[in-house]
């Protein structure tokens, strides 16, 4: 067999055996865990849900000068960043709560889970990584509108 084939043989192996561990891992944290979810995946959940009623209040503060007289430049961009963040979120969590197990815990469905989780994770990462960035740029155009 030639070298290289080799090396890359051993390398698909490899590959296949940090899949594996990482379905069994995360499979094992699902199965132990009380409400059928990975503790980053539980944290990023509280988050959002909480970035959630954020918007809701932002959204409920900007009613009342929409009504009297309309929203002004800023607080448009206000709005509308509130509402991006809004669609974000509820998109992210609808994700979150695919990878979570429902109903009791059987270790061949947390390892179902684990492997949702798996193929899931680069989805919820940038989902995560856009909502931080538009959270950002709320909380910037809040501060300004402080100002």
Known sequence: MDPITAIGIAGSIIQFVDFGLKVVSKGNHIY????????EDHDLEVLTKDLVLFNARV?????????AVG???????????????????EKLLERLNMVKAQGRFRRWKSFRQALKSVWSKTQIDEMARRLSL????????ILVSLR
């Open 71 to 89: 929203l002004s430049q800023t607080d448009q961009a206000l709005k509308d960043l509130s509402a991006t963040s809004k669609e974000l979120a």
């Open 59 to 67: 959204q409920c503060a900007l009613r009342p000068a929409e009504l």
């Open 32 to 39: 132990r865990s009380g409400d059928g979810s990975l503790s």
């Open 134 to 141: 538009v959270k950002e740029q709320l909380q910037l155009r």
